[in-house]
């Protein structure tokens, strides 16, 4: 359970970086929306920590942000 829990959120974290990359800023921005909610919901479960969480989700803001 955790390990499908795992890659769903590292699947999620790959497609926000290639949005990132192809410099798609709305895709990044509704990516961001959905990788927030998977990390949160995994974290809830157990499956990841809290700061871990949130230290996850402030590096992908700042990515996001840099791309303004």
């Known amino acids: 359970m955790n390990r499908a829990v795992r890659s769903e959120v590292r699947s999620g974290i790959k497609k926000f970086l290639d949005a990132v990359d192809a410099e798609?800023?709305?895709?990044?921005?509704?990516?961001?929306?959905?990788?927030?909610?998977?990390?949160?919901?995994?974290?809830?479960?157990?499956?990841?920590?809290?700061?871990?969480?949130?230290?996850?989700k402030s590096r992908l803001h700042k990515k996001l942000n840099a791309m303004a």
Do not use: E
Request: aromatic residues 4%.
């Open 24 to 56: 798609n800023k709305d895709g990044a921005s509704k990516q961001l929306q959905v990788v927030t909610k998977l990390v949160d919901t995994a974290a809830g479960k157990g499956v990841y920590h809290r700061n871990t969480t949130a230290r996850t």
